[in-house]
């Protein structure tokens, strides 16, 4: 009991270090998780992805609770098969250069002069701005503000992983009010992909899948490119400035891809055993969870790993059991393209129009933020012009 707190502990408030300094597979007791497999082991994390019985959908229980029951990620199987399909057919749409740009453009416009702010929480506003758009076409206010009063109801992350506080005692329970903020923006949602341009993500998929998939899509679609960004802003060195102000574009998406090797927004995946089965020396019995830990495989086995060198992007592809910011297998994140293209075109935005940089002394030490890991503060920072 008292070990599994503390390796709880360890996984809520230093993601890093406890997923990179250990050993290479180990496990542990986690709360809710009973004894997990932890690794960062290339081999036995390609043997995990390509192993038929371990599956990603049932171990997201928190994810369930909080995003509601049939979407792709807590899918498994043919089922997930087919909606994967689907989903990944639909994301191949997404917002133009140009909107992205200009959205991006409008935000960073709005933030004090001279004063600090949270990078985080800028790009955070023009990210759920830019999803919308590509998702159904339409980004106006009050759309915003459903989304954003939604997320507000995660104030606490004990809301997510404890399940004896999810209970529905009205309006003013945490849980209740979750629960009624999410049927509004599922509603909203629902009503603006009924008219939604035939482009739009919202147009390419079935509308049957509307009811599962909008909601999921609008959130993985910017809390995760929020806090990527904020660690690409926070990690900025003189020489990488110059060159994304100037367009250079290989150089950019390079250095975003780096960025996501060093810090990585999501720290773990999971995976759950089906049935009793080995994987390498270790064996596994139905319901145990394995967890590939993205810190430990993006650190052991890369040259100068603790140094941000963009470089390595630009001279080769790296192993995907190596290097896996958007997971691995026929889960790996169907946003992917969407998001770097976005990541490209934001830091390229910011950099071309303001002059902002981190507060003096800023030091962007990671924090856990409910399913992802972001800089503390959310990259604080000041705009001089
Ligand atoms: C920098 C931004 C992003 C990061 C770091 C990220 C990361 C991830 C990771 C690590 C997974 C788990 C994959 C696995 O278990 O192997 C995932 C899954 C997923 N992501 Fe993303 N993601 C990002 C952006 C997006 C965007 C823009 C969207 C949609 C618009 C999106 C939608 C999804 C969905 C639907 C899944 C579930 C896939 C499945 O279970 O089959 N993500 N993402």
């Known amino acids: 009991m008292i070990s599994s707190l503390w390796n709880g502990f360890q ?3 230093r993601p890093y270090p406890y997923f990179r300094d250990a050993r290479t597979t180990w496990r542990a007791p986690l709360p809710g998780l009973g004894s997990v497999l932890i690794s960062a082991d290339p081999g036995l994390v390609a043997e995990a ?116 506080l999810r209970r529905d005692w009205g309006p003013w329970s945490p849980w209740g009010r979750l629960l009624r903020r999410r049927a509004r923006l599922q509603e ?20 049957e899948t509307w009811e599962y998939e909008l909601l999921p899509q609008l959130m993985f679609g910017h809390e995760t490119t929020a806090a990527t960004f904020a660690w690409s802003f926070a990690l900025l060195y003189p020489e990488a400035r110059r060159r994304i102000a100037n367009g250079e574009e290989a150089f950019t998406l390079a250095y975003v891809q780096e960025c996501m090797r060093l810090c990585p927004p999501v720290a773990q995946l999971t995976r759950m055993a089906t049935r009793e089965l080995c994987l390498g020396s270790h064996s596994l019995r139905p319901g145990e969870v394995v967890m590939p830990a993205l810190p430990g495989l993006h650190h052991h086995g890369w040259s100068h790993s603790d140094q941000l060198e963009p470089g390595r992007f630009l001279q080769e592809t790296p192993d995907p059991h190596r290097y896996c910011p958007f997971g691995l297998g026929e889960r790996i994140c169907p946003g992917k393209p969407m998001a770097l293209r976005q990541l490209v075109m934001m830091l390229q935005t910011v950099l071309q129009h303001f002059d902002i940089h981190p507060l003096a002394g800023y030091q962007p030490r990671p924090v856990r933020q409910l399913f992802l890991v972001a800089p503390a503060q959310g990259t604080p920072a000041i705009r001089r012009a």
């Open 49 to 164: 992805a390509r192993h038929p019985d371990l599956v990603g959908g049932r171990a997201h229980r928190a994810m369930r609770a909080s995003l509601g029951d049939g979407h792709l990620i807590v899918m498994c199987g043919p089922e997930h098969r087919l909606r994967s399909r689907q989903v990944r057919r639909a994301l191949q749409a997404f917002t133009s250069d140009s909107e992205m740009a200009e959205i991006t453009r409008q935000e960073f416009a709005r933030t004090p002069l001279r004063r600090p702010f949270s990078v985080q929480q800028v790009a955070h506003r023009a990210s759920l701005r830019i999803i919308l758009r590509g998702l159904v076409g339409r980004d106006e206010t009050a759309l915003i503000q459903l989304s954003q009063a939604f997320q507000a109801s995660f104030s606490s992350p004990l809301l997510l992983f404890v399940e004896k």
């Open 11 to 13: 996984l809520l408030f």
């Open 188 to 207: 909203a949602l629902l009503q603006a992909a009924r008219c939604a341009p035939p482009g739009s993500i919202a147009a390419r998929l079935p509308s």
